[in-house]
């Protein structure tokens, strides 16, 4: 048991309304954007921004595609996503000092960067194409290296003791190789649940299982124990990467092996000599700054410019100011709404497009690690990156500038 006491991690005069918000989430089913939350909690930055942390390692996002060996590129993919966990889903509690909610998006709110460092440009492109339910979509890719990644996702969220988090969506991984060739990786998103919520002291913990599965018969299936019953380090979890089953990689023996806490570092080791063969860790390899337009050059749907009164307003902690910002933006977001009803039409998404179904990639390599349904009824539809729509925007907005 804990000596810890309920709200301990909470200012003296936040906790009235910490307490209310405990017994508001207690029958609390649904996605986390319809909580009310303390105004100490609120963070200044919408989820559209949270698309981002993909890529903040652009030379391991990258690396795969310099590989020939399909068993160690899909090693690499696997490596560079466990480097992405803790940018997801702890960065924000070490630089606030616990988790806070974010900004809930409008629909086609857009939030455009990239990162320039020796591997070339990675561009960003994140918009939330659905407002009911919450789905984001994003594209990062590296045109120098033939890498691309594009993929939306949304949450389901329930209570039980604390918030326990169903992630809806997944990823889809593209390199280009040498002669023509091309590789897919299917990424599944982990589960997740809320620590430390009674204490007032939020972080997230994942759960569960996920997957990466490739097109060319290695699959990695990594575990999230939580507090590792061996180390009792919070954070921890256990991959292996093996030949897929019934591919023609050859037997399902395990190739390699990593284990650590994906909020600090790992070690990968050959699975039949248990050597260690590489390492990560955050201490060392620190992430590569994203570049955004300046707010006066950013269009107005694009997160910073459109959030900048609201999260002026909260980090001060002028929380009447945030409500009537807030409400400047939703009312006009009803009004849209309501014109677009009026006229027969819907909101014309800026870079995806919708389909009813799952697309080829999906239903083969889904189909290898569990994933038969695509539960397209739970995210508004299919949504995939268009190219076509890209490139009609325009240079103008391939290559945004200004820092962050």
């Known amino acids: 048991m804990s000596s810890k006491e309920e709200g301990a991690g909470v200012a003296p005069q936040n906790k009235g309304s910490w307490s209310s918000f405990l017994k508001s989430i207690s029958s609390f089913s649904g996605d986390l954007s319809s909580l009310t939350a303390p105004p100490f909690i609120l963070s200044t930055t919408s989820l559209t921004e949270y698309s981002s942390y993909w890529a903040e390692h652009p030379s391991l996002f990258v690396a795969p595609a310099t590989e020939p060996d399909p068993a160690k590129r899909a090693l690499l993919v696997t490596k560079w996503f466990l480097s992405t966990l803790k940018q997801q889903y702890s960065s924000r509690n070490e630089k606030l000092g616990s988790e806070k909610k974010p900004l809930n998006p409008f629909l086609g709110e857009l939030f455009l960067g990239k990162w320039e460092d020796d591997q070339g440009t990675t561009q960003l492109v994140s918009e939330q194409v ?127 092996t990593i284990d650590g806490q994906w909020t600090e570092s790992f070690i990968i080791k050959d699975a039949s000599t248990k050597k260690e063969i590489d390492s990560f860790s955050h201490k060392t390899t620190k992430p590569t700054p994203l570049q955004v337009a300046p707010l006066d050059q950013q269009d107005p749907l694009e997160s910073r410019r459109a959030w900048h009164a609201v999260a002026t307003a909260i980090a001060k902690g002028d929380m009447d100011t945030t409500s009537a910002e807030k409400a400047k933006i939703e009312n006009t977001q009803r009004d849209l709404r309501k014109k677009e009803q009026t006229e027969g039409r819907e909101w014309e998404r800026t870079y995806f497009t919708r389909f009813d179904k799952a697309d080829p990639v999906f239903e083969t390599l889904g189909r290898k690690v569990g994933e038969s349904s695509i539960e397209a009824d739970k995210t508004g539809g299919v949504w995939r990156w268009d190219e076509k729509k890209y490139a009609s925007k325009g240079s103008s907005e391939k290559e945004t500038t200004g820092s962050s």
């Open 130 to 256: 659905s407002h009911h339910p919450p789905v984001t979509g994003y594209c990062i890719w590296n045109d120098k290296h033939g890498v691309r990644l594009q993929g939306y996702n949304a949450q389901k969220a329930s209570f039980s003791r604390t918030i326990h988090v169903k992630q809806i969506g997944h990823a889809i991984l593209h390199l280009s190789l040498p002669n023509d060739q091309h590789e897919d990786y299917l990424i599944t998103l982990p589960s997740l649940h809320i620590e430390g919520l009674i204490y007032g002291s939020p972080f997230v913990e994942l759960n569960k299982a996920t997957y990466i599965t490739s097109s060319t018969g290695f699959t990695s299936k990594i575990d999230y124990s939580g507090k590792g019953w061996l180390s009792g380090k919070k954070n921890s979890f256990t991959a292996t990467l093996y030949p897929t089953p019934n591919s023609p990689t050859g037997k399902e023996s395990p190739l390699y």
